[in-house]
């Protein structure tokens, strides 16, 4: 039984299908599996696709919010992502010279009257949405075993 009523994530493996998971975030359900050719059966979105939902969804709220602030005439925002491996010597201006490293390409449409100065603040301040900062820095996940199902 899926139980995370103090808006922790709460992740079931579900045994109907081989990658299939049923997620809970407080009141909310959510599905994640893997797409056919990966081994699974398509089910809910990937785990990486979360990755850039809250990637996505942290950017345009922390642009929305700032142009609130500013009462500046934004009228939408559209964030488009897309995750893929790169070999590091391929990248330029990244330190990891060996193997693959992670990428992520984000595009931002921004809607409304918006002048040139202010379209070019609001790109600056998608790198301040909290997801984007977390996911630029160092992460330290503390793993522990937990009491066995019964």
């Given at each position: 039984?899926?139980?995370?009523?103090?808006r922790?994530?709460?992740?079931?493996?579900?045994?109907?299908?081989?990658?299939?998971?049923d997620?809970?975030?407080?009141?909310?359900?959510?599905?994640?599996?893997?797409?056919?050719?990966?081994?699974?059966?398509?089910?809910g979105?990937?785990?990486?696709?979360?990755?850039l939902?809250?990637?996505?969804?942290?950017?345009?709220?922390?642009?929305?919010?700032?142009?609130?602030?500013?009462?500046w005439?934004?009228?939408?925002?559209?964030?488009?992502?897309?995750?893929?491996?790169?070999?590091?010597?391929?990248?330029a201006d990244c330190?990891?010279r060996?193997?693959k490293?992670?990428?992520?390409e984000?595009?931002i449409?921004?809607?409304g009257?918006?002048?040139?100065?202010?379209?070019?603040?609001?790109?600056?301040?998608?790198?301040?949405?909290?997801?984007?900062?977390?996911?630029?820095?160092?992460?330290?996940?503390?793993?522990?075993l937990?009491e066995?199902?019964?």
């Amino acid at each position: 039984m899926l139980s995370s009523d103090d808006r922790g994530v709460v992740t079931v493996d579900s045994t109907d299908q081989r990658f299939a998971q049923d997620i809970g975030v407080g009141v909310h359900r959510l599905r994640a599996d893997e797409p056919v050719p990966d081994g699974g059966a398509d089910s809910g979105p990937s785990p990486y696709d979360y990755l850039l939902v809250a990637l996505g969804s942290c950017t345009s709220m922390t642009i929305k919010l700032y142009a609130e602030r500013k009462a500046w005439p934004l009228a939408g925002v559209v964030v488009r992502l897309r995750h893929g491996k790169v070999h590091a010597a391929d990248c330029a201006d990244c330190e990891t010279r060996v193997g693959k490293i992670d990428r992520i390409e984000r595009e931002i449409e921004l809607g409304g009257p918006l002048t040139a100065e202010q379209r070019a603040r609001l790109l600056e301040i998608a790198d301040h949405c909290p997801v984007h900062r977390t996911l630029t820095s160092e992460v330290k996940i503390v793993t522990r075993l937990a009491e066995p199902l019964t």
